[in-house]
Every structure is written in C-alpha cells, then in structure tokens.
C-alpha cells in the first residue's frame, strides 16, 4: 500500500501538510466519518415516578423513572440517535441469589421497553442486555454454583429473561454475559418463541475490566459483587486472539452484530474483528472512559466537546460501525450544529 518514496515522488514535492492547510480540505479528505447514526445511548432506569437521580461517578448522567423515558429518547431520536440500551437499576429487595426477577415479565426493564416502544414504536430501536447480574444478590452474570458461575445452569435463566424482554417489544437482545453457548441457546429459544425477528447483538469480546465501576455504581451492582469479580468468564485484557475466536462463535451462534468492550483500551481488539470479519461491529465506550473525560473536564483539565468529539472519532477510525456511549446525546448535538 505504500509506495517506496522516489526523489521524485518525496519533499519537496510531497508535502502532506498541503492538504491539512485548510478545513475544507481536511473535510474532504477525512477517512473516517462520525454521525449521530452512529451512536447508541446507554439510560439507566429507576424506580418511582418523576425520579432523575444523578449517577455520581458519571457526572452529567442520571437515572430516569420510567415516565421521564419518553421525553429523553425522543430528544435522542430528534437528534438522530437511532438506538438506546436501557440498564435498570434493580431494587436491592428484589434480588436473589437465583436471580428469579430477570424473568418477571413486569420486571423494571420490560416495563420500560414496552414504555419506550408504546410511544416512540419503531422511530427506535430498543436494546436490552441479557445477563443475571442487575437481578442476583450475589451481583454474579449467571448463577452460582459451589462458588463457581456455572455455565451451563445459567443458560436456561438467560433465555427465559431474553424471552420476557422480547415480549416486552425489545428490539434487540444483547447477551452479556460471556457464557459460552449462550448466543446459539438464546436464538434458539427466541425463534421458538416467534421472535424470530429479534436481532442480536453479541457482547461478543467482553474483557473483565476495571472500566465498568462506574456503571456498577449506577446500576447498584457493586455492593452485591463486593469483593468477587468477573474474571472466570469475562476476558483477560492480555489476550486479543481469543477476542477473534469469540466473535467467530457467536456469529457461528447466530449473532447479527458483535460488540467489543470496553472501547478505548481496546480499539486493537476492534480493527482486527472488522477486519477478519467484516460483520457489523460495534464498540462500548464504558463507563470509566466516560468517568475520566467526564471529570477531567469538569475540573477544566480537559476540552469536553473536542475530546468527547475525538474520542467517537478513534472507533469510528478503527473500523467500528457504532459506538455506545453515555456522551450520545450531547455528541448529537454537537455533531448536529456543526
Ligand atoms: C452487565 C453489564 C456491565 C456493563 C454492561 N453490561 C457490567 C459488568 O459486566 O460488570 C458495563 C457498562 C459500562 O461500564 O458502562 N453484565
């Protein structure tokens, strides 16, 4: 793809710079584009009624009671985000260690999605995560068994809780769980079901990172997992390999999109998955990387729209078809008014 540089061909007659000297050429020749198409956005759901409940570890994010969904996302949608993935933040009385609420049909998220999609329909897609871990005391993505999350015990827990919430009208189901076999089983089960146009999108590379605090402290995850972590089912963030080799099962599974995760730390694991690919991949900017940009710019340390900007800009660079992130809707906005 390079050419070797000839005398001809090098300085001073190349001069790259040439084509950096003015806006419009820099916008002409951008390779990679950054739209509101682009982004999904992650909204926490609560309890009560009326109810916006600041996340403290992500500044500028909160916690919407059901009713305040309509509004929210439809200023979403107006901007020209085309999707959400809605997390509820689960009454600590009505976890178990078995996990039973993950499959009430009248559970915090299905009364969300059926919220969400009675009054935007389809100018939306609805996304919702399938894993244990917003339902069970032990704050665990499957069950427990003998101190051990046990694989394939869980499995049938994560159909019955990606059934409920397609019956909810959930548009997409996102499995992130990182149980093997689990992408193959939830197919199965939704297209038994007759929700065979239920899409997936697989938490295909999902790496046991430190990244995701925040988003336990919103979700009232992190007491329960207290001292536990993920790392006998979540990936290590030393191997990259076996990112491809979980992405090639899921898609063998039946998964219509893949999702590495988290976003930053990892933009190597998303250039090699489009590239060996080709599927529609998709990358969570999660929230500890919102956490940083957040706080640094709040303490005037960092550029909050131009960092924000160029940090959409890098997945969208490596290959990503999308990106979730919490900064969608003022990332809309900005890329709007430009
Ligand atoms: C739940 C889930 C997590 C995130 C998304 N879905 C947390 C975890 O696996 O512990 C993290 C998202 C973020 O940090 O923004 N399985």
């Not at 250039?271 to 990387?289: D, I």
């Not at 900007?309 to 430009?338: H, I």
Request: aromatic residues 8%; hydrophobic residues 45%.
């Amino acid at each position: 793809m390079y050419e070797p540089i000839s005398p001809v061909g090098g300085f001073p007659a190349t001069r790259l710079r040439r084509l950096r000297r003015h806006e419009w050429t820099r916008r002409l020749v951008a390779e990679a584009r950054l739209a509101p198409a682009d982004l999904i956005w992650p909204v926490f759901v609560c309890e009560g009624e009326n109810r916006r409940e600041p996340v403290e570890s992500m500044p500028g994010v909160a916690r919407l009671s059901v009713d305040l969904l309509e509004p929210a996302i439809a200023e979403a949608v107006e901007l020209g985000v085309p999707a959400v993935a809605l997390f509820p933040a689960t009454p600590a009385d009505k976890k178990t260690p078995g996990a039973e609420e993950a499959w009430n049909p009248e559970n915090l998220v299905c009364r969300a999605i059926r919220e969400v999609k009675q009054r935007l329909g389809d100018s939306v897609g609805v996304i919702a995560d399938v894993a244990l871990d917003p339902y069970s005391s032990h704050g665990q993505d499957g069950l427990v068994v003998d101190g051990y999350v046990a694989n394939d015990a869980t499995l049938d827990a994560l159909c019955r809780q990606a059934e409920v919430q397609a019956e909810a009208g959930c548009d997409i189901i996102a499995p992130s769980d990182m149980m093997d076999g689990r992408v193959g089983r939830i197919r199965s089960a939704l297209d038994r079901e007759g929700y065979d146009h239920v899409a997936i999108l697989a938490y295909a590379a999902k790496y046991a990172s430190a990244y995701y605090g925040p988003f336990r402290d919103a979700v009232g995850s992190a007491g329960a997992l207290a001292d536990g972590d993920k790392r006998t089912y979540q990936m290590n963030p030393a191997s990259g390999d076996e990112a491809l080799r979980e992405v090639a099962l899921d898609l063998a599974e039946g998964a219509d999109m893949v999702m590495i995760k988290p976003g930053q730390p990892y933009l190597d694991i998303v250039a090699r998955v489009k590239q060996a690919f080709g599927a529609p991949t998709f990358a969570y900017q999660v929230s500890g990387e919102y956490a940083q940009i957040a706080a640094a710019a709040q303490n005037g340390w960092l550029d909050y729209d131009a960092v924000m900007l160029e940090s959409l800009m890098a997945f969208k660079r490596a290959g990503a078809d999308g990106v979730l992130t919490y900064f969608a809707v003022e990332a809309a906005r900005r890329l709007r008014s430009e």
